[in-house]
């Protein structure tokens, strides 16, 4: 069974500085996807951004990137030019690849953007 | 389009009731999941439907049952509900196309079990 470890329940950031959210998984598989989801005080969960695990080179999405380390099981989420819409909380998930689209889901990361 | 719409929004229940929680998709999506989400533990799946019908436990399934009534809609029902159940409630759904993983989510069900 995969597991995804979020290790810092709470974290906060000045407008405009960044700020790095850290996930860890466990799996034995080898093809598989990450992804993070943001959840707004809204509740509604968006994607943020994805990456394949096959593929070296670290997603990109605007302000968002990640840091996918793949031996190392290790996938953190960089927020740069970090703006008071990006405060929610912040879900690392893992999906295997083929069949069902189940995702595993971290604890979560509380992240606030201060003024 | 409406995406994906839950009923009802906010819901009190008394220990032994019984509900049943609404999903409906209109993006024409194979899969369908409901997700329980409680403080502090993130989102935990608790059925799913990866193609209209057919239904699968997820990793907390205890004291839930689903219906994929067709390819739009999705219900969750709780027999016989228990405190332990209070929890806020997602649905959500996917195409399945590549790329893969993009869930699309309900705005979620707040029920309290007194």
């Known amino acids: 069974a995969q597991t995804v470890t979020q290790s810092q329940p709470e974290m906060s950031v000045q407008e405009a500085e960044t700020v790095t959210l850290s996930c860890t998984y466990d799996t034995s598989e080898n093809n598989y996807y990450l992804f993070w989801y943001k959840q707004p005080p809204s509740r509604q969960m968006i994607l943020v951004i994805r990456?394949?695990?096959?593929?070296?080179q670290n997603a990109t999405e605007n302000r968002f990137s990640v840091n996918f380390q793949k031996a190392a099981k290790s996938f953190s989420l960089k927020i740069s030019d970090s703006q008071l819409g990006d405060t929610a909380m912040y879900f690392c998930?893992?999906?295997?690849?083929?069949?069902?689209?189940?995702?595993?889901f971290g604890k979560g990361t509380k992240l606030t953007v201060n003024p | 389009n409406a995406g994906v719409t839950q009923t009802p929004k906010f819901q009190v229940l008394k220990t032994g009731q019984s509900m049943t929680l609404q999903c409906a998709q209109d993006?024409?999506?194979?899969?369908m999941y409901w997700y329980r989400q409680d403080p502090g533990m993130g989102l935990r799946l608790i059925y799913y439907s990866a193609s209209e019908g057919t239904t699968d436990k997820g990793e907390v399934p205890n004291g839930y049952n689903v219906s994929r009534l067709n390819k739009r809609e999705f219900s969750l029902r709780l027999e016989s509900a228990a405190p332990s159940q209070t929890s806020v409630y997602f649905c959500?759904?996917?195409?399945?196309?590549?790329?893969?993983?993009?869930?699309?989510f309900g705005p979620g069900t707040r029920l309290t079990v007194l």
């Open positions: 959500a759904s996917s195409s399945g196309r590549t790329p893969p993983g993009e869930q699309f």
């Open positions: 998930a893992f999906m295997k690849k083929g069949g069902s689209e189940k995702l595993v």
């Open positions: 990456q394949e695990a096959y593929k070296q």
């Open positions: 993006m024409n999506h194979n899969s």
